[in-house]
């Protein structure tokens, strides 16, 4: 089966996705925490009346205006390549998946661009409370379009309230209540949005910090930092405890990928969590994605606790998933081969269905329906031939997912010291603390992509868990063009990239004494 | 109260919300339409900058709207999505660059240290306003001349020929009604420039676009209807479903929806009243109110022509059995009735939209404003 596609597509297709989304991602987190970070800042100035903080806002909205435009920029793209490059998923799921985008559309997207322009042209036209409501809008808009999207993103990875329809060959919702409080799509947004604020929280502390290198806007750095430090600390708490809900959830709905995450490959009751790891570049196996540890430093049974709470609960390793074997909760899944088979008798059975409708043969439409039902739980997986067709790339995903956690511990040590020098007085003196804040901004970033390359790698190969290959998602166009287009984002973007730097650079050096301009 | 509705009024209702949304989006293109004036119109730096800050502060309209136009597509006629924006590939890539770049020129043009150049943000912004707007007015062309795309018994598209879509600009009729989006977005942003900035020259200049704007603009509009009027068809079958070629079925689509051809005859005499009116008066500057709302019924009206009546929305012309209709190329009824009260909340997000902008546009902007505003585009 997995011969009559082109994989070459698939590839590019894939390619030009993860770049366009990477990008994305670069812009997006800093806009969703940073408009929070403003709306708090200009409350203290509402409340307290003190020029300097308005002085403040500004200053940060004026680096938010400019992460936010190329933030849009690069978002339009997302939305469209969903028709453009995945026809074939914009019509399997469309029913259910397009939802979540029109109402990002209504609901998110009108509020964030009306108060965005009170916000930046209503200081002197509006009053105190209006412009400050504007703003508390603007962050609460871009964060229910992030809502939205990630609810999209969370069906794809748990698909709930939704049934097949065999007549219009796709599957349709069935209960929109199902699919937006779905506990997979909740946790999802709650974790990246706390990451995205966390993330904003380490560029102010780490800006701030620069300045009080400098010796520049010591008053601005030192009001940022407090700001910053205490957000980050609450919003850093927060990712840990949704992060380790999600890691609860990947490991019931998608448990090849948690054992990827964890380059879990034979399971056992009371499991080890790997805290570091390097894996070699050899495979026993013989399969590219299944790399073998050089050496490996491992936690007794605390994979287990955090998977079942429990920590003598078993965990299914890669090897479990394929053989099949019998969960905690007495589930048996079966062997990914049974899979296979059950889910080539679907996409068989619907071939059978459509024939026999043409062909007005009742009798067959009714017996291939009832084997479609029977089998449509695996239909994603007879496309595949081999077993080990499912297994995601491991060593990309575990590391992924360790630099991921490291990084968001460090996080939280950062604003407990910031907040700690903060307190006694000291931070201005404390020179390597400041010099370490600012090249935790490189690596928020780092934790951050990490975080989706673990989400969207680690669910590989499905699109839509366990009912769409990512392979028969693609649009049916040709490789070159998707070649093309690649490349074209490639050079647009960076372009972008770097002239946004440079302002931001500017910005910063310019400080808040400056009009922005 | 919606899911009592049939799954046909449900399509019919999701046809509406969206030609509503194109035809708000082709009158929030007086925004491109202004990008490709400002050299015309502003003949210093200072008068340049006041410009597009005027613009600057409506982009993001736009820019939504286009979003959520696209979103609410998705969601109700996902077969069109996945059938469009596969298959005419080009077209809609060479749309969205246009627009990635849009996004950015107003942020960085002005900023010090923005790499590329101011002048290198305005011929993104020329380029928005030029592109945009034809290719988009091309791409809804192919509404009533059909494009080259099979849909098999899965709903699975493929593009017909290697050409994604580019294609579309060889039929004339196509080109006509890009052309028309072109111009009558630059009437549109000379009218808005008109109503928003005080400055006697820029007034006088925009004033003078309304009548180079305004030639090609009617000569181009009046092909695209005319030939409407009298072109053949995609009929589809109320019974069996079969799309068919049908003489004058345009025409007829206006005969049998007297309702659509009063929207669309008042939405032309609306056009040519705040053309007209704007370019004899002395300081007349209500317009784009007028203009505005004229392009709003127009364009909804033929959108309305295009799916109403038993008409193939988006007709192929490679396998005329594959053409699209609203009611093959909709979401489920589950979906489209969610969806429906989400629909609910537009005229809330209106009248947001009004009470904010009120709050902030109270008056025109002039260069004594431009010089105090901290935040500039």
């Keep these: 089966m997995i011969e009559n596609f082109d994989m070459s597509l698939v590839d590019w297709s894939r390619a030009q996705f993860a770049l366009t989304a990477m990008y994305h991602w670069i812009f997006v987190p800093l806009t969703l925490g940073l408009a929070f970070i403003i709306a708090i800042m200009e409350t203290i100035y509402v409340k307290t009346g003190n020029p300097e903080w308005k002085k403040i806002t500004k200053f940060w909205m004026t680096l938010f205006g400019i992460n936010f435009a190329i933030g849009v920029a690069t978002g339009i793209i997302l939305e469209f390549e969903f028709g453009t490059n995945w026809s074939n998923y914009s019509w399997f799921v469309g029913d259910i998946f397009g939802a979540p985008l029109a109402v990002e559309g209504i609901m998110a997207f009108f509020m964030e661009s009306t108060f965005i322009a009170v916000m930046f042209f209503g200081w002197n036209k509006v009053s105190k409370k209006f412009h400050l409501i504007s703003t508390w809008l603007v962050a609460v808009g871009s964060n229910l379009s992030a809502l939205w999207i990630l609810v999209a993103n969370g069906w794809m990875q748990n698909p709930v309230g939704m049934k097949f329809n065999p007549d219009t060959a796709r599957n349709e919702m069935v209960n929109f209540w199902d699919v937006l409080f779905s506990p997979t799509a909740i946790n999802k947004f709650l974790h990246t949005i706390s990451s995205a604020y966390t993330l904003a929280a380490v560029f102010v502390i780490g800006v701030s910090a620069w300045y009080l290198l400098k010796k520049l806007n010591v008053t601005v750095a030192k009001k940022s930092i407090v700001v910053a430090a205490v957000f980050g600390l609450i919003t850093s708490l927060f990712t840990v405890m949704t992060g380790d809900n999600s890691a609860r959830e990947i490991v019931r709905d998608q448990p090849m990928k948690f054992a990827a995450m964890e380059g879990l490959y034979d399971g056992s009751k009371g499991a080890g969590l790997v805290a570091i790891g390097v894996m070699s570049s050899s495979s026993e196996s013989g399969n590219d994605n299944m790399m073998d540890f050089h050496f490996k430093l491992e936690i007794p049974n605390l994979l287990s606790y955090m998977a079942y709470m429990d920590g003598d609960a078993f965990v299914a390793g890669v090897n479990d ?8 909760d007495g589930v048996i899944h079966p062997p990914v081969a049974t899979k296979i088979e059950m889910g080539r008798k679907a996409i068989h059975a619907l071939k059978n269905y459509k024939q026999a409708q043409k062909d007005k043969n009742d009798a067959l439409a009714q017996s291939s329906l009832n084997e479609l039902n ?21 060593s990309i995903t575990f590391y992924s997912f360790h630099i991921m956690v490291g990084l968001g511990m460090w996080f939280l040590l950062l604003f407990t010291l910031a907040l700690l020098f903060v307190y006694k007085e000291s931070i201005v003196s404390k020179k390597w603390f400041l010099r370490s804040a600012i090249w935790n901004i490189p690596l928020a970033y780092v934790a951050s992509q990490s975080g989706w390359i673990v989400a969207e790698m680690g669910r590989q190969p499905w699109v839509i868990q366990d009912l769409m290959p990512t392979l028969t998602a693609v649009s049916n166009i040709d490789t070159t063009s998707v070649q093309i287009t690649f490349f074209l984002f490639l050079i647009v973007f960076t ?14 050096k310019l400080g808040p004494n400056h009009g922005g301009h | 109260m919606f899911e009592n509705l049939s799954h046909l009024a449900l399509q019919q209702y999701w046809w509406v919300i969206d030609s509503l949304l194109g035809s708000i989006l082709v009158f929030l293109m007086f925004v491109q339409g202004g990008q490709t004036l400002i050299y015309r119109l502003g003949k210093s730096d200072e008068e340049r900058t006041l410009l597009i800050n005027a613009l600057g502060r409506k982009w993001e309209f736009t820019f939504t709207t286009l979003v959520t136009f696209g979103g609410a597509m998705f969601a109700s006629f996902p077969l069109f999505y996945s059938t469009s924006f596969g298959g005419a590939y080009w077209v809609w890539m060479a749309i969205l660059f246009c627009f990635i770049i849009q996004a950015v020129a107003y942020e960085f043009r002005s900023k010090p240290s923005n790499v590329w150049g101011a002048k290198t943000f305005e011929v993104f912004l020329f380029i928005n306003g030029l592109l945009g707007t034809i290719l988009i007015g091309t791409a ?19 593009w017909a020929n290697p050409y994604g879509g580019l294609e579309a600009v060889l039929n004339l009729h196509n080109v006509a009604l890009g052309l028309t989006v072109f111009f009558l977005a630059r009437l549109l942003g000379s009218l808005y420039f008109m109503n928003s900035i005080e400055h006697e020259a820029i007034f006088n200049r925009s ?6 704007c305004g030639i090609p603009f009617l000569v181009v509009f009046l092909f695209f209807a005319i030939r409407l009027l009298v072109m053949d068809g995609f009929a589809v079958d109320a019974e069996t479903g079969v799309v068919s070629m049908e003489a004058y079925k345009y025409l007829h689509n206006f005969l049998a929806m007297p309702l659509v051809l009063i929207l669309f005859l008042a939405g032309v005499v609306l056009v040519l009243f705040g053309l007209i009116k704007s370019y004899l008066a002395e300081k007349y500057t ?5 203009t505005g709302g004229g392009t709003i019924l127009v364009v909804f009206a033929l959108f309305l022509l295009a799916g109403f009546n038993h008409t193939a929305f988006y007709p192929s012309n490679a396998d005329l059995q594959s053409s699209l209709t609203i009611q093959n190329a909709s979401s489920s009824h589950y979906t489209l009735t969610a969806m429906s009260y989400v629909s609910l909340m537009v005229p809330f997000v209106i009248a947001y939209i009004v009470w904010a902008w009120r709050a902030i546009n109270n008056k025109k902007l002039d260069l004594e404003e431009l010089r105090s505003e901290d935040h500039l585009y």
């Design chain 1, 321 to 328: 998933v394929i053989n099949g074997y019998t969960d905690n």
């Design chain 1, 495 to 508: 372009g972008l990239l770097i002239a946004e730097i440079k302002i931001m650079l500017k910005q910063i």
């Design chain 2, 207 to 212: 004033k003078k676009q309304l009548l180079y």
């Design chain 1, 374 to 394: 029977e089998n449509f739980k695996y239909f994603g997986y007879g496309y595949f031939d081999d077993p080990y067709n499912i297994v995601p790339p491991i």
């Design chain 2, 140 to 158: 809804v062309g192919t509404f009533f001349n059909g494009a080259e795309f099979t849909v098999n018994e899965l709903n699975q598209s493929k």
């Design chain 2, 286 to 290: 209500r317009g784009i109110w007028f």
